[in-house]
């Protein structure tokens, strides 16, 4: 068989081949989610919008970090008008546990300046905010090392440099 026809089906379905449900595991430790979902129509090709989601260790509602939303969940893997959720990253016990605070802290400080300075593109937009709070509270996503952040170097605004918060200047 040639590889030509497969790589063409392949192509059409995107990045994901088999898709399945996303089940959260058990709430024995602190859990930190990352996700991303499809904007609404006619923007659902175009990009994604990304949410952390927090539930400490006994818990069993997730607190919702998020550009344009948040608050609690049953299930974080819904968030609704987003489509398609797919999860990027999962931490569990220890390095959830550093993380959570630091989310928990400089998710909403920079949720307010991304809100405040919001521009589709280049951004700041949500897609910022995944980007800096991975950063800022030393997470990688799936399919990055451990010393690389996930996602890139976020593009500057035309009219100069987006700066957000250090790291020094978070609430702990």
Known sequence: MRAGPLLLILGHLGCVVARRSVVMPPNDVTTIALFSGTLPHPMDGIARHPWFAVRRAGENEWKIYEV???GTSEDPAR?????NTLLHGLWRGEEAE???PCIESMGPEVKDQIQRDYVFYPGPNSNTFGDVVLR???LAAMGASRSTPAAPKMARRSSGDFSMPSASTSRA
């Open 79 to 83: 968030n609704s008008p987003y489509g």
């Open 136 to 138: 800022r509270c030393k």
């Open 68 to 70: 344009g939303g948040g």
């Open 98 to 100: 550093r993380a959570a």
